[in-house]
């Protein structure tokens, strides 16, 4: 039967025995969600898990298993999948719309409502709205950042290695599906992030469509990788960050409108997270 849904070159069998193999004294885990998807993870040192996350991430060409961190076992988030009312059926239709859409377009769009939803805010106020279009232009926003760098700033990890918000010393978990990179996990995965459904401004709601269309984006312009999920959190391991003020403008443009609650201000961002190899976001 034909599917849009990733078919991973290692079976789920395979890639556990995998795991075991690798990491005999972990004890894998593994699960299936409500809509069929297996998850499976190995508990990995907070210290060692970046890199860990490296060598699995550069072995996803020959398993298709997209490794992310986080706090939650594999019978946990299958668990909670169960809540997020997406069956089989409904995770095809989205995979569907997701394999079809314009992800350069549809990201555009999530730019355009945030700019939109910033002006009605702001009402009559014509240096207020002149400010967000500064913000969310970035033909005027790279004028305000700081010259090209010679290489990225370097990026710190908040929480995946890290020991910030409360997210203790213990463990993180390595876990592991089937996606064709890592902007597919918040799409085979819809409760990972959050609900699943951010409420952005206003009334707005971003999907998980929303979500694959920024990520991939971002992966395919600056080598961004989703490295961290874990509800209100997220990390992205860049490759190459934008260096250049144009096209760190560009990013920081982006980055505002689908989490303001962490670029509040594009010039600051623009100047220092943009630039950086890790980019950490989180929704309030």
Not at 70 to 92: F, K
């Amino acid at each position: 039967m034909n599917t849009f849904l990733h078919q991973p070159r290692l079976s789920a069998d395979e890639l556990f025995r995998s795991l075991r193999a690798c990491f005999p004294r972990s004890s894998p885990k593994r699960a299936t969600t409500a809509a069929g998807v297996e998850v499976m993870g190995v508990s990995v040192a907070r210290d060692r898990v970046r890199d860990v996350w490296d060598e699995w991430r550069g072995k996803h060409g020959k398993t298709g298993w997209w490794p992310y961190v986080s706090l939650t076992s594999p019978d946990r988030e299958a668990r909670a999948s169960h809540h997020d009312g997406v069956d089989a059926a409904a995770l095809e239709n989205l995979m569907a719309e997701v394999a079809c859409q314009d992800h350069d377009a549809r990201a555009a769009s999530v730019v355009v409502s945030s700019f939109r939803w910033s002006m009605e805010c702001v009402g009559g106020d014509e240096e207020d709205q002149e400010g967000w279009r500064d913000d969310y232009d970035p033909e005027r926003l790279a004028p305000q950042l700081g010259p090209a760098l010679a290489e990225p700033l370097p990026g710190v990890s908040r929480w995946a290695s890290g020991d910030r918000d409360n997210w203790g010393r213990g463990p993180r978990w390595l876990n592991f599906v089937p996606a064709r990179g890592g902007y597919e996990v918040p799409v085979v995965l819809p409760h990972l992030i959050g609900t699943g459904n951010w409420f952005g401004h206003g009334g707005r709601i971003l999907t998980p469509a929303d979500d694959a269309a920024l990520l991939r984006r971002w992966q395919e312009q600056w080598g961004a990788e989703l490295f961290l999920a874990q509800g209100a959190y997220m990390e992205l391991v860049v490759d190459r960050p934008p260096l250049g003020p144009r096209a760190a403008a560009q990013a920081a443009t982006e980055l505002l409108s689908y989490c303001d609650d962490t670029v509040q201000d594009p010039r600051t961002a623009g100047d220092g997270m943009v630039r950086s190899t890790v980019w950490s976001l989180w929704w309030d």
